[in-house]
C-alpha cells in the first residue's frame, strides 16, 4: 500500500508557520515515498551499512551536520545556570508570554503589563519602552551595542561577552 493512494486526515492544535511549515512538508514529501507492507517492521540506522546504531556514527553525522546551533552561546556566557536555562527558553522562543498564554488558551489580557501593546518575547525584551531604557543602561554602562532582536541576541550580540 502506498501512503500516495492514502489521504492525509489531520489536524494540528497551533498554526504551522515558517520553519515549521516547511518541516512538515518535507516530512510529507518523504512519507509519500514510504511503501507499506504486510511484514513485521525492521529498525535499520541508516548512519551505517549494517544498519545497526553506533555512536560513532552519530557523533560523525552531528560533526558533519551543516546545521550549526547558534544557541551554543547560551552555555558559555558565565551566569548561574537558572539564568542560562531561562536565556534557553528565551531562544527557543517558549517564554511564556501573553501570546504564548493564548495558545494555551489562556484567555486574559494580551497587553503588555508596561505599556499598552500585545505582549510577545520580541515586544517584551526590545519593543517595549522598559526594555528599551535597560538595554539603554547596559549599552551606557558596558558600551555593549544593544541586541534588537532574538536572532541578534544569540546571533551575534552574547559573542562579545563570552568571557
Known amino acids: 500500500t502506498s501512503m500516495q493512494a492514502t489521504p492525509l486526515n489531520i489536524q494540528f492544535r ?7 511549515w516547511e518541516a512538515w512538508l518535507h516530512l510529507v ?3 509519500m515515498e514510504v511503501q507499506l507492507q504486510n511484514q513485521p517492521d ?11 546504531f553506533t555512536v560513532k556514527s552519530m557523533y560523525i553525522d552531528v560533526i558533519n551536520s551543516s546545521v550549526i546551533p547558534n544557541s551554543k552561546h547560551v552555555w558559555k556566557v ?15 522562543q517558549v517564554i511564556l508570554t501573553k ?9 486574559g489580557s494580551t497587553r503588555c503589563s508596561f505599556c499598552d501593546r500585545d505582549e ?15 538595554w539603554r543602561s547596559v549599552q551606557i554602562a558596558f558600551n555593549i551595542t544593544p541586541p534588537s532582536s532574538v536572532r541578534s541576541l544569540f546571533g551575534t550580540w552574547l559573542d562579545g561577552i563570552e568571557s
Open 42 to 52: 525492521q529498525l535499520c540506522w541508516k548512519l551505517t551499512r549494517s544498519g545497526h
Open 120 to 134: 510577545t518575547i520580541k515586544h517584551l525584551f526590545f519593543e517595549c519602552p522598559l526594555a528599551k531604557n535597560l
Open 99 to 107: 501570546d504564548n498564554l493564548v495558545k494555551r488558551n489562556w484567555t
Open 14 to 20: 497551533r498554526v504551522l508557520v515558517g520553519n515549521r
Open 29 to 31: 514529501r518523504r512519507l
Open 78 to 92: 558565565k551566569v548561574p545556570l537558572k539564568i542560562k536555562v531561562f536565556m534557553w527558553f528565551v531562544h527557543k
